[in-house]
């Protein structure tokens, strides 16, 4: 923390996030918190500079805007092409890719609790700077680190031995995928993807038994607010992550459904001079305000939203943590730390999906993609739920198929109302007469952990 004046407080960089921000703290004569307001100032420019190439380039292109999560790029950016070209991907080749995102989201999940959010929780939010983080986590834990480790180690080269890349991948065409899906190779994933199940439901247990419940009361007290929600659903309303129809739960609790095609009916967005980073906002709210307990417009993404806005999951597991969740909490749930235990759920999930693709029949076939595409031009929305929240692109083409449009609304940035509002009201809570600590400042962080930006 850097006090650049006697009113002026600023955390550059925030620390143990995916990506690269900093906080400016605005105090009043009291020294009292009168703003908080979170800048990203790393400019990516994408949404331009893939204008004028041809449309089938672009999710080769788009994988470099996250070495994170690099494959929902790959795959909504795919799906954005496909519907302006007018392409339909043989049902293997959509198999593969739904299979292929669940594998990346598993060690994406394990990267983030147990890396980035778990020191807080192990070590506690008062343990020195320079040990909380994963390093301090080995030490204090080396069992469970060395597990953690090994486990996402372990499904990132389970991904790459399959399709090549793990980070920055290729494997995704348009019109289908780039290789069937052998026998052996069906055999090892389906042994990955079983020890993955088991330490899942294990790091699901140890947070909501273990490392959780303690801090729940710490985050009521820094403040929880109502707000909208968004996330993709299948046809029986259940949790989906590769498609689906996109659902947004307003701040009464009451859920509009819709087609991707149509999210600019029901989201707009505006920028502020202080970010580089957008604020999406409910449609029907006439704007954006973040006022404290009755923000206006405000929405957010990512795993608690979606177990918000569906009715369950699909698979045994996940639903039967799901049921225990919405019995200690109720429907929807507000609360900031609960997106790390709505992570974990989603973690089981992806598990027990990967496995049911993996006993699909299909998921060996050999027709995996289309002989010839053409280009054309057209328009196009694809979408996915990434780890961060819901990913969607959006692109027009000209008659030689060359991007003229495009539009690219991350998770990250659908958060962007809610993470700015969460650490504003933590800092007013904790940060009283000018005098603040370290503590103070990482419990200040903890609630941007949490959206795991």
């Not at 330490?199 to 909208?228: C, H, N, V, W």
């Not at 006439?286 to 009715?311: D, F, H, I, M, S």
């Not at 005098?435 to 930006?453: G, Q, T």
Request: with cysteine; hydrophobic share 40%; proline share 6%.
């Amino acid at each position: 923390m850097v006090r650049l004046t006697e009113s002026h407080l600023r955390i550059a960089p925030l620390s143990r996030i995916e990506g690269h921000a900093a906080l400016d703290i605005y105090l009043d004569d009291a020294g009292n918190v009168a703003d908080a307001r979170m800048s990203v100032m790393s400019l990516r420019g994408f949404e331009s500079f893939i204008q004028g190439r041809p449309a089938e380039e672009l999710p080769r292109i788009v994988t470099r805007i996250c070495g994170i999560c690099p494959w929902h790029h790959h795959l909504a950016s795919t799906k954005a092409v496909e519907t302006a070209m007018g392409v339909t991907p043989p049902p293997t080749a959509v198999k593969l890719r739904e299979l292929c995102q669940m594998l990346a989201t598993i060690p994406d999940k394990i990267l983030h609790f147990y890396f980035l959010a778990a020191p807080d929780f192990v070590l506690g939010p008062d343990a020195p700077a320079a040990q909380r983080n994963v390093v301090g986590l080995a030490g204090a834990n080396p069992d469970l680190a060395r597990r953690a480790v090994k486990m996402r180690y372990g499904m990132q080269m389970a991904l790459e031995r399959f399709t090549g890349k793990a980070i920055h991948p290729v494997a995704v065409l348009v019109g289908g995928f780039s290789k069937p899906l052998l026998e052996e190779e069906r055999r090892a994933l389906l042994a990955n993807v079983a020890e993955a199940k088991q330490f899942a439901l294990d790091s699901m247990a140890l947070a909501r038994e273990t490392l959780l419940p303690p801090f729940i009361k710490q985050f009521q007290d820094m403040g929880e607010y109502a707000s909208g929600y968004l996330g993709t659903v299948d046809a029986n309303d259940n949790v989906q992550l590769y498609d689906g129809d996109l659902c947004l739960m307003d701040n009464t609790g009451v859920r509009t459904r819709f087609a991707p095609k149509d999210y600019l009916t029901h989201i707009a967005e505006e920028t502020a001079e202080w970010t580089w980073l957008k604020f999406p906002y409910m449609k029907k709210a006439g704007g954006l305000k973040l006022e404290g307990q009755n923000p206006l417009g405000l929405y957010r993404t990512n795993a608690l939203a979606r177990v918000n806005v569906a009715q369950g999951f699909a698979t045994p597991l996940a639903q039967k943590e799901l049921d225990i969740f919405r019995k200690e909490f109720g429907r929807p749930v507000h609360l900031v730390c609960l997106y790390h235990w709505a992570r974990l759920m989603e973690l089981v999930y992806c598990c027990e999906r990967a496995e049911e693709l993996l006993h699909d029949p299909e998921i060996t076939g050999r027709e995996v993609r289309l002989a010839s595409i053409a280009p054309k031009a057209g328009e196009g929305i694809g979408h996915v739920e990434a780890p961060r929240g819901t990913l969607v692109y959006h692109i027009r083409t000209d008659d030689a198929g060359m991007v003229t449009m495009a539009n690219i609304i991350p998770g990250t940035t659908h958060n962007n109302a809610g993470m700015n509002l969460s650490m504003k009201m933590a800092a007013q809570k904790l940060i009283r007469h000018g005098e603040c600590s370290e503590e103070i400042l990482n419990k200040v962080e903890m609630c941007l952990r949490a959206y795991d930006p």
